[in-house]
């Protein structure tokens, strides 16, 4: 009988053993698993930083999207008006003076919106390259 305790009590102490072993790797698998977490959660936010800063320079393309069409719209205008005042040449010299300076205005306005553009286009490039970058540590 006491040899069948001793044998039960080293059985229990194995199996002590083996649980403490279990109970230790879990512990370090939800400690692994609680880092990738984190680290997924900081990307993650990253991630929707880069979406936000993708989105308003999506929103200021739109602007200028919308002020180079107004000054294509100007343009447009101006050349009908000089189009219509050639018939009348003294009239027209002045309406044809005034129109170029609209066209002028366009044309400072669209090539203000095409600076733009080429700034929000690199902004958008970093924003790519800071998501995509973010996707390959994840």
Do not use: C, H, P
């Not at 069948?4 to 009590?9: F, K, L, Q």
């Not at 180079?68 to 003294?90: D, K, N, Y």
């Amino acid at each position: 009988m006491e040899i069948a305790t001793g044998i039960v009590g080293a059985a229990l102490a194995f199996l002590g053993l083996i649980f403490a072993y279990i109970w230790r790797s879990n512990g370090y698998l939800v400690r692994d698993i609680q880092e990738g977490l984190k680290e997924i959660q900081a990307s993650s936010e990253r991630m929707q930083a880069s979406l936000e800063r993708i989105q308003a320079s999506s929103e200021r393309v739109e602007a200028s999207s919308e002020r180079i069409q107004a000054g294509l719209v100007r343009i447009q205008e101006s050349s009908e008006r000089m189009e219509a005042s050639s018939e009348r040449i003294q009239a027209g010299l002045v309406r044809i003076q005034e129109s170029s300076e609209r066209m002028q205005q366009g044309l400072l306005e669209l090539q203000r919106g095409q600076e733009e553009l080429g700034r929000i286009g690199k902004e958008i490039s970093e924003g790519q390259r800071e998501i995509f970058g973010v996707l390959q540590r994840t």
